[in-house]
């Protein structure tokens, strides 16, 4: 069982490169997330996407792209990273975007620790 | 806004001893409450939730019930393990529109033998 995958676990980065993470689940959700963990602020979410072929902004949305490419896979991409992006990145993925109790559970992926210099 | 404010940390406990984590929240209409586990290296897994005012959501000898009255949702366990060391997120889910996740800062838990 193995829920949400994420890669790379760890990455180094110049000022300026690009780089994509990597995400998929197999528990058949039709919605995913991507969150930033950055200490002493929780988790911050920076895109979503309700279901296959929709993508929106979170919170913190600029300096990233995403790609909703299939039912299972959601990926995030840093076109010209930055050291203000240095943070670990988490994956979710959740039954629907809403449910009727409002309680939404997420499942997560074990985390991307990113530094940028 | 909508927001979670949790006790900072770290809480460093010896195993058996007593666990209150604190949470509040500030939020309109009637969230859904929950609290998450972050073990090391690993990512964010439900611990328990809370749907309702006075409902307890428990796990693993964990409790914590919703207090509209206080708008608290703190964490208890009546006798930790070393195991249990870990970050617990307070985070609720707003009413209306999406349902978002807003997390708190995150309370990071030593216990020691």
């Known amino acids: 069982n193995a829920g949400v995958t994420q890669t790379p676990k760890f990455q180094v980065l110049k000022t300026g490169q690009s780089m994509t993470l990597q995400c998929a689940q197999d528990?058949?959700?039709?919605?995913m997330y991507w969150y930033r963990q950055d200490p002493g602020m929780g988790l911050r979410l920076i895109y979503y996407?309700?279901?296959?072929?929709?993508?929106d902004k979170g919170e913190v949305p600029n300096g990233y792209n995403v790609s909703r490419l299939n039912k299972r896979e959601f990926s995030l991409r840093l076109e010209s990273a930055a050291p203000s992006q240095t943070s670990v990145y988490f994956c979710?993925?959740?039954?629907?975007?809403?449910?009727?109790?409002?309680?939404?559970?997420?499942?997560f992926g074990a985390g991307s620790r990113l530094t940028v210099l | 806004g909508n927001s979670v404010t949790q006790m900072e940390g770290p809480v460093t406990l010896s195993e058996e001893a007593f666990l209150t984590i604190n949470c509040t929240y500030t939020?309109?209409?009637?969230?859904?409450l929950f609290w998450y586990v972050q073990y090391p290296g690993e990512g964010l897994q439900l611990l328990l939730k809370a749907t309702k005012a006075d409902d307890k959501g428990s796990n693993k000898g964990f409790e914590a019930t919703y207090r509209k009255e206080t708008t608290s949702f703190h964490l208890e366990k009546g006798s930790v393990q070393v195991s249990d060391s870990a970050v617990y997120f307070c985070a609720l889910i707003t009413g209306g529109g999406y349902n978002k996740l807003i997390f708190g800062a995150g309370t990071r838990l030593a216990v020691h033998p």
């Open positions: 528990m058949n959700h039709n919605s």
């Open positions: 939020a309109t209409g009637y969230p859904s």
């Open positions: 996407s309700a279901s296959e072929g929709t993508t």
């Open positions: 979710a993925s959740s039954e629907a975007l809403r449910v009727a109790s409002g309680a939404n559970v997420l499942t």
